[in-house]
C-alpha cells in the first residue's frame, strides 16, 4: 500500500502533519475478541484461524500487515504466542507450549494492535 503523504521532507508544514498523522490513524488498527483456546499438547505448537464471523474487531486487518496479539492476564504459564494475518479479515494466532505437559487455556479477552505498511 502505497503512502499518500510526501515524506522524508526537510521541512515538514502542517497541512503535511495533519495529512500524515491522518494516514497513520487509518492504518493502524485496533481491537479484542473473547476467545477459548484449544487444547496445547505437550511441546507442540497450535494454530488458530479467526475471522469476523469470531470477532467483529477482525475487520479490516490486511494480508502481511504488522500485528501483535497480547493474552489476557491470567494466561497459563508455559505457553507462548505470536500472531499473524495471511489473509484480509483474518487472525491467526500460533500458541506454543514448550512444556511436557498438555496445557489447556482458559477463555478470555484478546486484545490486538496493527498497522498496515
Do not use: L, M
Given at each position: 500500500m502505497a503512502w499518500l503523504a510526501a515524506f522524508p521532507q526537510e521541512r515538514w508544514e502542517l497541512p503535511d502533519i495533519r495529512r500524515f498523522l491522518r494516514e497513520i490513524h487509518g492504518r493502524t488498527k485496533f481491537g479484542s475478541f473473547t476467545w477459548n483456546p484449544p487444547n496445547v499438547p505437550a511441546n507442540s505448537t497450535v494454530d488458530t484461524v479467526l475471522t469476523t464471523s469470531d470477532a467483529a474487531d477482525i475487520t479490516g486487518l490486511r494480508a502481511g500487515m504488522s500485528i501483535a496479539v497480547t493474552p489476557p492476564a491470567g494466561i497459563e504459564s508455559g505457553l507462548g504466542w505470536g500472531a499473524r494475518v495471511a489473509t484480509d479479515n483474518t487472525l491467526t494466532v500460533r500458541l506454543?507450549?514448550?512444556?511436557?505437559?498438555?496445557?489447556?487455556?482458559?477463555?478470555?479477552t484478546w486484545t490486538f494492535h496493527g498497522m498496515v505498511i
Open positions: 506454543v507450549n514448550a512444556t511436557a505437559g498438555a496445557i489447556d487455556p482458559a477463555s478470555g
